[in-house]
């Protein structure tokens, strides 16, 4: 959970675990001199207190038991820094021991160890960064590829910080036009004419437009996110659907095989529309009677063209599926599945051991003999009956729609699905002041839908912000970061 405090002192291991060449100790906060001053002897016995120049400083840091360790103190004595308050990092050997002994020889010279993102936290509460940018440092870090990291970095530079900020700035001039003309409305004073004010909002809002088409233009395409369910019979998959919908739309009976056709629905959030798509249960046609081998068979064939044009696979299994169920389960992980997701469904009943080890050893990652890679990429437990978990897999669905398209928009994933709808308010603040300055309604108005557009633009760079907002943002990092 973030947290606001920024005036003590914090710790954590900032480089990726593991053992490598070169492992980081990092420290920022209030007492970071006084702090490293502790525990580190520079080669040069220099007094670290005293420092007050970025530099590099070689020396031993001092362990348990006077077990000194070698290496390389990094320190940035002023507000300098990434944080904006004094910092210093510890480079060393990357051992995962010795690191762990550094950091706690850090913190028992008078540091706390860091919440996840508390580094990147400090550097936004201090001006350091925007919120938008807070979420590319998230994205860089979770790069899967080079266009994600392109993505990343050019939110970082101010991609999306840089036209937002200007549209502010100038809505924050308009403003105060609009201020002193009312302050001064008895004098024969125009600080601002009617065309240079029409002017100006409908560039603001024209900007504002071009960035929200930019966030939903990507999710306009010739076939919608589609997520497909998929399953045995009675797996729970058309309860499901129906939760997730919030609807009863797919029939859902105690007799096993009710859907022989698939069902379809529409999920919408935030500007992203994903097509749910409820198929028959899966069988083995030659199971069958004669007599309905054909219906099945036509049942089994539109399953297998709706999985294999769907964008994503959603595997239900319920929790106390038999044996067999998992017959299906261990073809899919070892398929050629690009992007899917296993539910275990109906968790209000308790789970057979045979879905227990069949968990366990999809969540080790083991693959058996099969050199297949695991191909379920989360795993959500639920239950219609109660709701338990459903929220969850609708959230990540969103999640995943907004990742497969991400390389088409110049937003990072995180910032999309925060920001439209504040953009989208924005600009429809922006829309009505336009209109009550042309009506003549009233400067009032006119400022005063200004002032909602500047708070919904606050939001979504950080100047407005709520605890809510940084649990969010910040959550989502790893410690060190």
């Not at 300098?80 to 010795?98: K, M, N, V």
């Not at 991609?159 to 105060?176: K, Q, Y």
Request: hydrophobic content about 40%; glycine content about 6%.
């Amino acid at each position: 959970m973030a947290s606001l405090d920024i005036d003590d002192t914090i710790a954590a291991i900032a480089s990726p675990p593991g053992a490598s060449e070169r492992g980081i100790v990092r420290v920022s906060g209030p007492d970071t001199l006084k702090c490293v001053a502790a525990c580190f002897r520079p080669d040069d016995k220099r007094s670290l207190e005293q420092q007050t120049a970025v530099d590099a400083i070689p020396g031993e840091l001092t362990l348990g038991d006077n077990l000194l360790l070698p290496g390389r103190l990094l320190i940035w004595p002023t507000d300098r820094s990434y944080t904006r308050q004094p910092s210093a990092e510890f480079h060393t050997i990357g051992s995962s021991p010795l690191l762990q002994l550094a950091l706690q020889t850090v913190c028992d010279a008078g540091a706390r160890v860091a919440r996840p993102g508390e580094f990147t936290l400090r550097a936004f509460l201090s001006g350091r960064l925007d919120l938008t940018q807070a979420e590319a440092v998230l994205a860089v870090i979770d790069a899967k590829g080079q266009d994600d990291l392109r993505l990343s970095l050019d939110q970082l530079a101010g991609g999306l910080a840089t036209p937002l900020t200007s549209i502010r700035n100038e809505l924050i001039s308009i403003l105060a036009e609009l201020e002193a003309q009312l302050d001064f409305a008895d004098e024969d004073i125009e600080f601002i004419s009617d065309s240079l004010l029409f002017q100006k909002l409908d560039l603001a809002r024209e900007q504002l437009d071009s960035i929200v088409n930019q966030i939903s233009g990507r999710h306009v395409t010739e076939e919608k996110f589609a997520a497909v369910l998929t399953g045995l019979p009675n797996a729970g998959k058309s309860s499901l659907f129906n939760q997730l919908l919030g609807e009863s739309k797919a029939i859902v009976t105690n007799v096993a095989g009710t859907t022989t056709d698939y069902v379809t629905g529409e999920l919408s959030q935030s500007g992203v529309t994903i097509q749910l798509i409820d198929t028959a249960g899966f069988e083995h046609i030659e199971s069958q009677e004669t007599d309905s081998r054909q219906i099945q068979a036509s049942a089994q064939g539109a399953r297998k063209d709706r999985i294999e044009r769907a964008d994503l696979r959603v595997q239900c299994l319920a929790a106390d599926a038999p044996a067999e169920a998992l017959i299906e389960l261990t073809e899919m992980r070892f398929s050629n599945e690009s992007a899917a997701i296993l539910v275990i469904t109906q968790t209000d009943r308790p789970l057979t051991d045979h879905v227990v080890a069949a968990l366990r050893e999809i969540e080790s990652g083991s693959t058996g003999t099969n050199d297949a890679p695991n191909v379920f990429q989360h795993i959500v437990h639920t239950s219609s009956t109660t709701s338990v978990g459903v929220d969850d897999l609708r959230n990540l669905l969103f999640q995943l729609a907004i990742e497969a398209q991400s390389s088409d928009s110049p937003i990072v994933g995180s910032t999309l699905r925060r920001t439209s709808d504040s953009l989208i308010a924005a600009a429809k603040s922006v829309q009505l002041a336009r209109q009550a300055a042309s009506e003549g309604i009233g400067e009032e108005l006119v400022a005063a839908e200004i002032r909602h557009s500047l708070d919904h633009l606050g939001c979504v760079v950080g100047t407005v912000y709520t605890d809510d907002i940084l649990d969010v943002v910040f959550g989502q990092f790893c410690i060190g970061k």
